[in-house]
């Protein structure tokens, strides 16, 4: 029996240290695990909250253009962010509180277009994510798209603009299928164009 504690013993010792060391974050909370391989080069322009879980194959990149100016990224307490996560900030990406993101997201507060010498960043606008959302395996944000508190962006949707709070959207563009009424005390479909 003495030796079976030892191996759980030694094999948890191992689990806890192949996560990723909190020291070199801007802020780490507490309860907070973050799986490698995680490609953050940045780690101190990135501030994670409590009890908060990034899986494997995360790539967190701030930066500026011009070397000057950094981006942050924030994620709030009680935080799930799946696999193969991809966050780009120039100036600001945010997670809320309590969200639930699948596998293979990409949020990016700045795009690469097209220049004289190669492909240049876009102006950075800020990327925000409400408290409550839930985020689908390969959804994508673009900049400047604010998603609102409690919605759900479905798998593989692309959204390239503002989400209202309590919505469902799909889509590529991501389109509104439905929207909780607290008025109407349930679902509602959106009006038709």
């Known amino acids: ?44 322009d990135v501030q994670v909250g409590d009890s908060t879980y990034v899986l494997s194959g995360a790539q967190l990149l701030t930066g500026g253009s011009g070397g000057g100016s950094t981006g942050r990224i924030t994620v709030g307490s009680g935080t799930y962010l799946g696999r193969d ?8 990406v945010e997670i809320g509180d309590d969200v639930m993101g699948s596998d293979r997201l990409y949020l990016a507060d700045t795009e690469l277009i097209p220049g004289p010498d190669g492909p240049v960043p876009s102006t950075p606008r800020p ?47 991501a389109r509104v299928v439905r929207r909780f009424d607290p008025g109407a005390g349930g679902w509602v479909q959106p009006a038709r164009d």
């Not at 010792?13 to 953050?40: K, N, Q």
């Not at 996560?85 to 600001?92: D, R, S």
């Open 85 to 92: 996560l991809t966050i780009v900030a120039h100036e600001l």
């Open 1 to 44: 029996m003495d030796l079976r504690r030892r191996i759980v013993a030694r094999r948890f010792r191992s689990s806890i240290e192949r996560h990723v060391r909190p020291a070199a974050f801007g802020a780490y909370g507490s309860g907070t695990v973050v799986h490698p391989p995680l490609h953050a080069p940045r780690r101190e």
């Open 127 to 173: 990327v925000r994510i409400g408290a409550g959302v839930f985020l689908g395996t390969g959804a994508m944000v673009l900049p400047g798209v604010t998603v609102g508190a409690r919605s759900l962006v479905a798998a593989g949707a692309v959204v390239d603009r503002d989400v209202p709070p309590n919505a469902v959207v799909a889509g590529n563009p």
